[in-house]
């Protein structure tokens, strides 16, 4: 059983194990940009999607997920997250110009996929 020093320990621990924090609301999510730190001193990057679901009874649960993100894979990480979105941007003008709309490359609709259907 953990006294109250273990648990003041822990709670100091914990307090400084996370360093900055950064939310972004964007519609019905919120993403959480957490720096934290390793018993080691060293940083790492959670990112945190929080949506809030209805329930079938009306209550609400916020539905998270998380990606842990550390110092070795930043500058691959950002790399490629800076050109997929570039590369949405290219995509999105060229779709604008040969239509005047979004809905030729099906930017109109989007899947809600589980990580449970991706077969990594």
């Not at 993403?31 to 079938?56: C, H, N, P, W």
């Not at 997920?65 to 894979?73: A, G, N, S």
């Amino acid at each position: 059983m953990m006294d109250v020093t273990e648990k003041h320990e822990n709670f100091e621990r914990n307090d400084k194990d996370e360093i900055f924090s950064k939310p972004v609301r964007a519609g019905r999510r919120t993403y959480f940009f957490d720096v934290k730190a390793t018993r080691g001193s060293d940083y790492f990057l959670t990112i945190t999607e929080s949506k809030k679901r209805q329930m079938d009874d009306g209550s609400f649960v916020f539905e998270k997920h998380k990606i842990f993100l550390y110092k070795e894979d930043f500058d691959k990480f950002t790399e490629g997250l800076q050109y997929v979105i570039e590369h949405i941007k290219c995509l999105r003008e060229e779709s604008i110009s040969e239509s005047g709309t979004l809905e030729a490359v099906g930017f109109d609709e989007f899947t809600d996929i589980e990580f449970d259907e991706l077969s990594l």
